[in-house]
């Protein structure tokens, strides 16, 4: 069983910056590819960014695309989400996750995930 935790979420203003960290527990982090999905009230959850076990493959969403950058640390089992040109469009829980498949061209599906975190809120300010 993995556990994810998130943290760094906050009240920001349009046009700064946020850096999401997200924890894992397991000796195994290396071998989980990663992803950040995001939901905002009375919206479906959505993909935001995913990398694989190594870092060398990233996928974003269109809509975050040249804004964030996805990035990890295995051996503090850490996953980021550094977040720049904020909008307020971006508020949002967000919610780290992991999964165990190895890699796939699609790590934008939701149920291609494995484990979950609890999400952190993130809110932009106009």
């Known amino acids: 069983q993995v556990q994810l935790v998130e943290s760094g979420g906050a009240l920001v203003q349009a046009g700064g910056s946020l850096r999401l960290s997200c924890v894992a527990s397991g000796r195994t982090f290396r071998s989980y590819a990663m992803g950040w999905f995001r939901q905002a009230p009375g919206k479906e959850r959505e993909f935001v960014a995913a990398?694989?076990?190594?870092?060398?493959?990233?996928y974003y969403a269109d809509s975050v695309k040249g804004r964030f950058t996805i990035s990890r640390d295995n051996a503090k089992n850490t996953v980021y989400l550094q977040m720049n040109s904020l909008k307020p469009e971006d508020t949002a829980v967000y919610y780290c996750?992991?999964?165990?498949?190895?890699?796939?061209?699609?790590?934008?599906?939701?149920?291609?995930?494995?484990?979950w975190g609890q999400g952190t809120q993130v809110t932009v300010s106009s």
């Open positions: 990398i694989s076990w190594s870092g060398g493959s990233r």
């Open positions: 996750a992991a999964s165990e498949r190895g890699w796939t061209n699609a790590p934008y599906e939701y149920a291609w995930y494995d484990y």
